[in-house]
């Protein structure tokens, strides 16, 4: 926030600025192409038949990827516009700040044109727009800040947002796993849908109101109070429309649909109430104690409505059904952690941190864990010799150590029951059925870790050069984890349990460079590098690895949901057939007889650049950013059903050839540990003469061309392998779409 | 006036050291209000979450209870759907896609696979249903025993027959090697290895004993439990045992429930259990003639016309609508004396077989349409005595499967066909060109325990994929 006040203190004009952006976005690249053999019965004929068929003889490979084509693919352009208002100004006494923005957005995903003809055809007349082009996104918000001076020892300072969204999505985004593998044969069109159940019309509104007021006062000069209350309002309501009356032909089965409305509404109000204060004290020898003590009060009541009405058009089956549910929590929470500063470059956390809650349990426990960190700015103290002095103009060095835990949850070691609804055969509702929720495990303990952390902070050359360099070991003994329970058991499920021991160790390092520094030219360059390493050493007692037949396994030695998979060691053209044709396919892969390690889910290394430059006194500035991940393992499923359903190269060496004929019996050949370089983002500002500015009746005015996700680099021979089905359950690409590529222009006039 | 100092210290210093001893009770007096807080809040069990102690009653015993045979109720008729399709009663209505597997069941191709699920393969759903079904069951007979000792141990009875079902049922789908884990009632769970598919038949008959045991006072529970010991012991290829085991059962018992054939799914459109398959007629050259042979144990009618195929989609007569489906009768009961007669070359298994048919005991006079027999369903004229071993016990399985059409059964009879008669899978299993998907039927004759059972650390994939 801006405060703008006369050379005498007044306060200054309203200081405003509006900024209007443009975007365009669209999905980067192809996606890759299969190949599909067909051939001709041998017992004649003349329809084509697949090669896959019994009595097939090849006699052609096709390439086909019915995402590039544009008959099939339900991808196009998407579109996003946004403008922002903001105004601040006052004076000593207050201070305020609003700020209002609406934009307006519209996904790439569109229905294939063929689909809309089979609309046309079945119902009549051309679908909506709403079933076109199903992404939409529209939201507002406003916010406000206002900041009073009470007192010269108070001050209150309230902030306000307000925000609505109102959003439609579509199951069009099941396209991709749907058609990425698949053969389009259009005599199966007119009667098949390309895409099913894409005329389901799914909204949600979203209004979210927050207000908080902070007051900062200090009775006295060694206590300063901070105490802050807020009120949050969120509101959603989704409705899911299927309209009736529509009969694609999808199957001859399918009764034209009776139309269907269904509408969820959920309230959630929270309040919270914090106060803290930081109280000095003095200890002998000249040391001082500074005492951080803080409690937070939250209520939270939600309620959850849920109505659907179906048989909107066909009163013979209307029926109406309505369920709410409420729920009210309070939790609280507080803490005390005081510091020791033995001289100004000395501080020492004496690790005596009390954390109190009730957010889980029916009693709150005290978890006193120690912990003891050292800070030591050693460019201040006067035996820092002279030569590092004109190198350093900072040097901190820091060391913490500690134990931490983590109770488990009461709900993690109880069974728990639910009472279902069940529908008999007579369309009666059965009462008093009592379901088995969740397994528990009574046998559940607390975990514990602790941690050794160390670094170092520096700023170089007249600050020129800044390093932040932190390393770490964390060791949790008896880690709780969530692992899934066999189908043998009741059908399977999932459940916590302590699995063992796991350590996870790495660095970060971050390097900030002003390479240049004048007014013609400025550049800086930020780079970020980090490492991390998991494993687990060694299993609890009650525990034995564990398969988690997904390819993911719980070894001891390994990190954990550590990738394995049984390995092709060899191929047998001919092997059970003998029939040697060039071509290899599933039963002419060798397997080993055990599964090998092949790699963990995270990155283990990651680095991150960010450069800016500035031309013309920073009327130009040119900012870029880059990522990139090595060491991550990535399942590419979409790529093995591709497999599976189309043909392998037979030109393709048969190395090449096996490791896809492999999918259908092992992943091996369709995990990759796979490195990523991303031009993350592009942006080129430039600010306009003033009298350009002058003519918006603004005094500045900038106008800016962005572009993010510019280009990739990878290994990955999927398309993206940033985009996954499940994110820390194993990274597994069902055929996401990747990220698009967007740029947009923006304007952006302020007085 | 004299002013009162301290001796050995300055105002200044006196404040100083007065301010800090009000920092230093401040500190006290907030820790010692945080510390009174900790009790300040003792909320329940996290908003949503049901006390399970509220289902330690005899209420909660008994939804326990329903909610098990709801699941076993449901469980019985989606295995018999999903076996149907692998024994040749049903068949896929459309023709799958060229090169890739529409339906694993329907095509019998099953491949044990590491991870993962295997395209096209429906039969894990029926497998996590029916161990589901073992573990409801084993929570609510727990709870009844001791939240709800006062109602009749007939309730348990019924359980156990429901899990000894549910382990017949996985042992005629699945492949050798089934785990029969445990969820133990007020405790975690207990890890088993696999089993045999031998193995699996003779627990169940252990349930069955259970059931009868607890259910003594219920002659329906009994019977039940009779029924399902004479099945799992003419698995074992036991038939003197079997034919015992039925012996009691009368005529005319059933077990059966309602079934919704079409129930409305959660967008109000009505998704029939039998949706997308129809019934067969002699499929892959080896299956029976259920579509054309105008039996009235399988009345068909034509609910549509596939859009690939152009032939008529048939559905069940006896399936439409609300009806009930039969687990277990006295017509298997009969059946079952019947296969056990045949095998000890005693005479009586034709007529007892004629008995279920019909009340004529002459095929030349009976009257057209011939009148019910044991069995309650009319036109059904006596059979005469084929001639040979082979052809007698075609014409035994060619009875079982139409009395016992599309209730799970006949699964489980192609196995003992191939495992216990010796016949060549080719004539009993459909072979040769399958329309669509990859061209051909494959050789499976069992369903692969599917990869998720991977878990237990004791199980070591199916033992074989032999009848």
Redesign the interface.
Known sequence: MIVITTKKGRPGPTHWQVALNQGISKLPGAFPTNL?RWGHSKFGGSTR????????IQDSVVAFQALNDPRYTPFAHGNRSDVTLSASGGGEQLQFSFTGSASQERGILRLPDIEAERFRKFVGSAPPSWMRRPEQLTTWSGSSQITAALSPKATLSVVSTLTSQNQQQSSLQSAISALEG??I?QT?LS??PLIPDFF?RVTAKALDFTTSASLNWRP?E??PLTAIVGVSLDNRDDR?L?PARVNL?I?????D????L?IGNTRVLTRTANISTS????LPLGMQMR?A?G?NLTATA?TAQRA?T??VDDPS?F?QQFTQ?T??????G?F?APTIAINSRLYVQPGFR?D?G?T?G???T?NGFPKLSLSWVASEEKFFPSPFRAVFNTLRLRAAYGHAGVQP???DR???????I??????DT?R??????A?????LRPERSTELEGGFDADLFDNRISIAYSGYRRVQRDAIID??????????GTRKVNIGEVRNQGFDVTLGIEALRSAALSWRVDVNFSTNTNKLLKLAADQ????????RRIVPGYPLFGQW??PVVGWADGLHDGIQDGIIDSTEVILGDS?VYLGWEQPRYHASLFTTIGLFSNRVTVNAGFDYQDGATQFN?AGG?AF????NDAHASPATQAAVAAA????FGLIQTVNTLRFNSLSVSVAMPAGAARAFGARSMFVTVQGSNLGLHTNYRGLDPNVNAFVGDGNVDTGQFPQPRTWSLGVRLGN | MRTMTTPHLSPRGARARM??AA??A??VA??GM?TA??D???????????D?ST?NTE??A???Y??AI?AAHSGHVFYAVASGKLAAELHL??TP????VGDALDERIL?E????S??GDPS?SS???L??V???A??AIGALAKYAPAKPAALRGELYAMQGFAEIELADLFCSG??????DF????T??AGSTTSEVYQHAIALFDTARTFGADSARIVNLARVGTARALLDLGQYAEAAQAAADVPDDFRYD????WA??N???????IL??VTVTNAEGGSGLDYGTSSDPRTLVHQ??????TGES?LEPAAYVG?TPFTLASGVEARLIEAEAALNANDPSWLITLNALRTTCTDAASCPDPAPPGLGGVAGLPPLGDPGTPNARVDLLFRERAFWLFLTGHRQGDMRRLLRQYRRPQNQVYPTG?YRGG???YGSDVTAAI????????L?TGCFNRNP
Not at chain 1, 279 to 282: A, K
Not at chain 1, 414 to 420: A, D
Not at chain 2, 40 to 50: K, M
């Open positions: 599909f038949c697949p090669r896959t068929q019994y009595d097939c698949r053969w044969d199966e009667f098949v389901e006295w060694w206590l899911a299927l032909g199957h001859e089965s399918t009764n649909t009776l139309g269907h269904g109280i000095p004290t003095r005492t003590i409690m939600a659907s179906f048989g089956v029926d549910s729920s009210n929590t309070t939790t609280l507080w005390l009390l109190g009730s889980s029916t009693r709150a005290f949850g009461l709900i109880l069974r728990l029951y639910n009472q279902p069940v529908i008999g055969a007579d369309g059965v008093g059925v009592v379901g088995l929720q397994y528990g495990n009574t046998k692992v899934p329970i066999a189908p043998s058991v009741n059908g399977g034995t690895p564990i398969d988690l037949a997904d390819g998979a049984r599964a499923q059903e599976l359903t189309a043909a259908g019996v092992t992943p | 301010a800090n920092r230093g401040a500190l907030l820790a945080l807080c900790h300040l809040l003792n909320p329940p069990l996290p908003a949503g979450t049901e399970p289902f209420a909660g008994l939804g326990r329903l909610n709801e209505a459309e896609a060229n090169g890739v491949p696979i590491a991870t993962g295997a395209p894990p497998y996590v249903t161990q589901r073992r573990g409801l084993a929570e089934i785990p029969l884990s445990t969820l007020e405790g975690d769970f890890y088993h429930y309602f079934v919704d129930p409305l959660g967008v109000a459109v009505e998704v029939p949706d997308g609910r549509g016309t596939s859009q690939t989609i609300v060109a990859l061209g051909a599917p990869p998720a059972e991977r878990v237990n650390p199980f």
